[in-house]
C-alpha cells in the first residue's frame, strides 16, 4: 500500500495534539502547570490550547481542583473508532498487495480459544494446496504458530502451548523456544514444509494500539519461492509492511 505523501501540516495543529498526547500518555489528572512542564509551551499559548480543547469537550477541567483530564468527546470518538474497526475490512488492502508482491498464497489469522485460525486467505491459484483453508487451525510450529507463541499472552495460550508440545519431541521443543526468541527479537518467523511437502510460509505479528496481538498475516508458497532468514529482501518487505499494518490500528514501536 502507498505511504501516504507528507506535505504542508498545520503546526498550530500538530501542537494541539502534542499537548492531547502529553496528558493521555500521564494517565492521571493534569495541573497547568504539569502541562506546562511536559509541553514547554508559554503560559499565554498554552492557556488558548487548553481552554479551546475544553470548549470542544477533547478536555475536561474539574471544578474542583482545576485539573485536567481527557474529555467526553475523545471517549465518542475512541468508540466511533472501535464500531468501525473491521480488523478484516481494514487488513484486506495490505494482504492483496503482499499477495501481488510474493506471488503466494497471503492468510490473515485470529486466536481462537482452540488456537490460532485462519480467518482470511488471498490466493490467485486455487488449485495450490498450501494445507490450510479458512476455519483452519494452525500447529505451533508453523510460521503463524511461532508468532502466536512469541507474542500471544501466556496465560492465554498456556493449555495451547502445552498441547502442542505434547505432540512433538522434546528436542523440538527446545527449538521452537529458541525460534520463539528470534521472532520476539525480529518480527518476523519463518517455517520450512511445516504442514504439506514442497510449501513453506513466513509470517509476522499486526498490533494494535496497546502493543497487543491482533493477528498474524502468513504468505504460504511453494520452498524455493518462500524466504528462508530475514536477510531476504523479501523478509525486508515483510518487515515493514508489518509496521505500516499495525500502525493502521494505532500501534507505535
Not at 219 to 227: C, L, N, T
Amino acid at each position: 500500500m502507498e505511504a501516504i505523501k507528507k506535505g504542508t501540516t498545520i503546526q498550530s495543529l500538530q501542537i494541539g495534539m502534542g499537548i492531547i498526547e502529553s496528558i493521555a500518555k500521564q494517565g492521571k489528572p493534569l495541573k497547568f502547570t504539569d502541562i506546562q512542564d511536559l509541553t514547554q509551551i508559554t503560559k499565554s499559548n498554552l492557556y488558548k490550547y487548553l481552554n479551546t480543547f475544553t470548549q470542544l469537550g477533547i478536555l475536561y477541567r474539574r471544578k474542583d481542583t482545576g485539573e485536567y483530564v481527557l474529555g467526553s468527546k475523545l471517549i465518542e470518538y475512541g468508540m466511533a473508532a472501535v464500531d468501525q474497526e473491521n480488523v478484516i475490512d481494514r487488513i484486506s488492502p495490505f494482504l492483496h498487495e503482499i499477495n501481488e508482491k510474493s506471488s503466494s498464497t497471503v492468510l490473515f489469522s485470529r486466536w481462537t480459544q482452540n488456537g490460532p485460525m485462519i480467518l482470511k486467505d488471498i490466493n490467485t491459484n486455487r488449485g495450490f494446496n498450501i494445507g490450510a483453508q479458512i476455519g483452519t487451525l494452525l500447529p505451533i510450529r508453523s510460521a503463524t504458530g511461532k508468532v502466536f507463541m512469541a507474542f500471544m499472552d501466556e496465560q492465554i495460550i498456556h493449555d495451547w502451548k502445552a498441547n502442542e508440545f505434547k505432540q512433538i519431541p522434546p528436542e523440538k521443543v527446545s527449538q521452537l523456544e529458541d525460534e520463539c526468541r528470534f521472532v520476539m527479537e525480529h518480527g518476523i518467523a519463518f517455517a520450512r514444509e511445516p504442514l504439506v511437502s514442497s510449501v513453506s510460509s513466513v509470517s509476522f505479528p499486526v498490533f494494535n494500539y496497546k502493543k497487543e496481538l491482533l493477528g498474524a498475516v502468513t504468505v504460504a508458497g511453494f520452498s524455493e519461492f518462500i524466504p528462508k532468514n530475514e536477510n531476504h529482501e523479501l523478509s525486508h518487505y515483510f518487515i515493514q509492511i508489518s509496521k505500516e499494518i499495525s500502525g493502521c490500528f494505532g500501534y507505535r514501536a
